[in-house]
Nanobody, 126 residues
Framework: QVQLVESGGGLVQAGGSLRLSCAAS????????MAWFRQAPGKDRGFVAF????????RYTDSVKGRFSISRDNAKNTVYLQMNSLKPEDTAVYYC???????????????????WGQGTQVTVSS
């Protein structure tokens, strides 16, 4: 079982930046596709960004393209989400998720991921 622990959330003003980190417990991290999802109050959990096991493929939801960047360091068993030009509508609990590698398959739905962190709150004030 892979355990994921997110960190880096907090309160920031609109236009500011945050970097989220997700540390994985298992050595299988390097062969896992990873993603970030977010959930605002009263809304479903939605896809934010994806990175393949090698880091060679990344995908983003349209609303964060050009502002967010996902990356990973397999030597540190960690995936990151750099968030710039934050907006109040980015306010949500952000979750890190993972699954065994599925070459060429990018999933944007929560049910496609086997491992989840506990979430970290991001609040953007206007």
């Amino acid at each position: 079982q892979v355990q994921l622990v997110e960190s880096g959330g907090g309160l920031v003003q609109a236009g500011g930046s945050l970097r989220l980190s997700c540390a994985a417990s298992a050595r299988t991290f390097s062969s896992s596709d990873m993603a970030w999802f977010r959930q605002a109050p009263g809304k479903d959990r939605g896809f934010v960004a994806f990175i393949s096991w090698s880091g060679g493929t990344t995908r983003y939801t349209d609303s964060v393209k050009g502002r967010f960047s996902i990356s990973r360091d397999n030597a540190k068993n960690t995936v990151y989400l750099q968030m710039n030009s934050l907006k109040p509508e980015d306010t949500a609990v952000y979750y890190c998720a993972g699954r065994p590698r599925a070459d060429g398959v990018v999933l944007r739905i929560p049910s496609g991921y086997a491992y989840w962190g506990q979430g970290t709150q991001v609040t953007v004030s206007s």
